[in-house]
């Protein structure tokens, strides 16, 4: 008589019945798939988003590695997928690894989801997928939902080059820098912001890269879906207007095809101006956001002019 296999995705000791997951009261079969790490893409808002590959595969592998078990465990019942849950975020992925990639030199199959989105962007798959290939077990790719292509689509902005971003800095000084380093790229800008610092970061944006197109996308896919297109000093006019509750990716057009660089002479006026009644640091961020010019550049003719200025080396 032929032994009974042990169960992998129930406890030891209890009968494990086929994987498989369930859609409208329909029973699908999910086979164990090949060895390896499978990044599925699981939705950011709406559970229909699912893909079915993906449910297939989650129903199938022998462990699921989720940021948060309850987020992960709200799909996973409501696909009917019996599935073992076990945490992996940045808090725990130092000793987390090492047990994935036991699992996987094993000839395990391990699906890596974050709460909600495609794993690795902003969340700490990164270093995990590395270890894995520097193992040399397979890694595959899933694609679903993403929150940072659902607002490049319904922005209404150019999508032929953007820039992910991800979270700002939380302090409003580094914030403001970063703001000036991405207002020079030439592409459309995407990133990632908290309800709480919303208006002040579009207060900034608007001071810094002026009247581009924009839009907030706020809780996308989700019941209480918010999309608001304009430019962003009208957007940060109406910023104390705006329902701040919920998560929030905001798009930002690239600068204009014909902006104006200043000559040299015009942005030694300019620096002087600002430096009359703002410290170097803040005549920079200024002068580098209304110049066209690179921050380099600007920051060393800073430093001289207000050698001239104010004597000593400049710095204040």
């Known amino acids: 008589m032929r032994a009974k296999p042990a169960p992998i995705n129930t406890p030891e ?3 494990a019945a086929p994987r498989g997951f369930s859609i409208d009261a329909h029973r699908l079969a999910a086979p164990k798939p090949a060895a390896g790490l499978y990044l ?17 595969i989650l129903a199938g592998v022998d462990v699921i590695a ?11 019942e409501r696909y009917d997928i019996s599935a073992q849950l076990k945490q992996y975020h940045e808090h725990n992925a130092e000793a987390a690894r090492p047990k994935i990639l036991e699992a996987l030199a094993a ?14 962007i902003s969340d700490p798959g990164y270093k ?14 899933l694609p679903g939902p993403s929150s940072v292509l659902a607002a490049l689509s319904v922005a209404a902005l150019p999508t032929d080059r953007f820039f992910f971003e991800g979270f700002l800095p939380a302090k409003s ?25 919303v208006q002040d970061t579009l207060a900034e944006l608007a001071e810094i890269m002026g009247t581009r197109e924009a839009a907030i996308c706020r809780e996308l896919t989700k019941l209480h879906e918010e999309i608001s297109r304009a430019k962003l000093d009208e957007l940060a006019r109406e910023a104390d207007t705006l329902e701040t509750r919920g998560e929030f990716v905001l798009v930002i057009a690239p600068p204009a095809a014909d902006a104006d660089v200043l000559t040299l002479d015009a942005l030694d006026d300019l620096l002087r101006e600002q430096l009359a009644t703002h410290s170097v640091k803040d005549a920079v961020a200024h002068a ?29």
């Open 288 to 316: 580098v956001a209304l110049s066209g010019r690179p921050r380099r550049e600007v920051y060393a003719r800073a430093l001289e002019l207000a050698k001239d200025l104010r004597g000593g080396d400049g710095e204040d």
């Open 66 to 76: 989720c940021e948060d078990t309850r987020i992960t465990r709200r799909l996973t």
């Open 128 to 141: 995990l997928v590395r270890e894995v290939c520097a193992a040399g077990h397979a890694v595959y790719a």
């Open 40 to 56: 599925v893409a699981t939705p950011i808002g709406n559970l229909g988003d699912i893909t079915l590959r993906a449910l297939q």
């Open 173 to 197: 000084a580094a914030r403001r820098s970063r703001l000036t380093e991405l207002a020079r790229i030439d592409a459309t800008l995407v990133m990632f912001e908290s309800g709480n610092r």
């Open 107 to 120: 000839g395990g199959s391990v699906a890596l989801v974050s709460d909600a989105g495609t794993p690795l």
């Open 13 to 15: 000791g209890t009968d």
